[in-house]
Each structure stands twice: as C-alpha cells, then as structure tokens.
C-alpha cells in the first residue's frame, strides 16, 4: 500500500538536506596546489633533491624506450624536433594519437633526440 501524503511529506522532512548544496563548501585545499581564480594549479616543485629523482626517472625511462625501440622508423620526426626545440615558442605542443595506451608517449621518447631530455622544462607530460 503506498504511503499517504502525510506520511510522504514527514520522511521528505526527515531526509532534507540542512543546506541545498553541500558541495559548495569552502574546501581546504591540499599543500603542493594553489588556487588561482577558481582553478587549482599544481605549483612547481624546488626541492633539488626532487628535480634530481625527477631527471633521473625521465632519463632512465628515455633510455629503456631508445634501446627498444631502436628499429623504429619515424616519419616527420625532424619538424616536430625542430618546434619542440625552438626557444621562440611560445605554445605548448599537442600530440594526438589514434587509439589509447599509456606506452604512446614512452614509446614516442625513445625515437626523440636524447639532448630534449637534458633539461627538464623539455621534458613531455602526459595525463
């Protein structure tokens, strides 16, 4: 039998939220980000120590994927090279792929010239 309008209208009473959007809140945002206009941003890390780990974790995986995929032919490469290395750019550089891997830009690293891995502002990010 289903409730009456009574019974209805004392449950929606009890189940009301206290306030009509609770995530809404003011959240207390964690250490390493920042909020700038609305928007989170991780900041960039100054620890030595880190940007050494950083590096090296880079250029060991930059040297695994070189070492497989040294048989690999890559067609364009040198446009692609010389945008990423020219130190008048000012927009970042998008890589689309046809399907979805994690090994796309691993892969892509080892047939990129090892000197774009020596500093780390050249270094490619991927989400």
Same mark, same amino acid.
């Given at each position: 039998?289903?409730?009456? /309008? ?17 995530? #809404? ?19 960039? /890390? ?47 550089? #998008? ?27 050249? /270094?490619?990010?991927?989400?």
């Amino acid at each position: 039998m289903p409730p009456k /309008a009574e019974e209805e209208m004392l449950m929606n009473e009890n189940f009301k939220m206290k306030e009509p959007y609770p995530t #809404l809140k003011p959240v207390e945002v964690p250490l390493p980000y920042c909020v700038d206009h609305e928007k989170m941003i991780l900041k960039p /890390a100054t620890n030595p120590l880190w940007n050494f780990t950083l590096w090296c974790t880079i250029t060991s995986t930059v040297l695994v994927c070189k070492i497989c995929t040294s048989s690999y032919t890559v067609y364009n490469q040198e446009p692609f090279v010389k945008t990423s290395m020219d130190p008048n750019r000012t927009r970042p550089i #998008l890589t689309v792929s046809n399907h979805l891997s994690t090994l796309d830009d691993p892969l892509f690293w080892g047939s990129i010239p090892f000197k774009n891995f020596l500093s780390l502002h050249r /270094a490619r990010w991927t989400l």
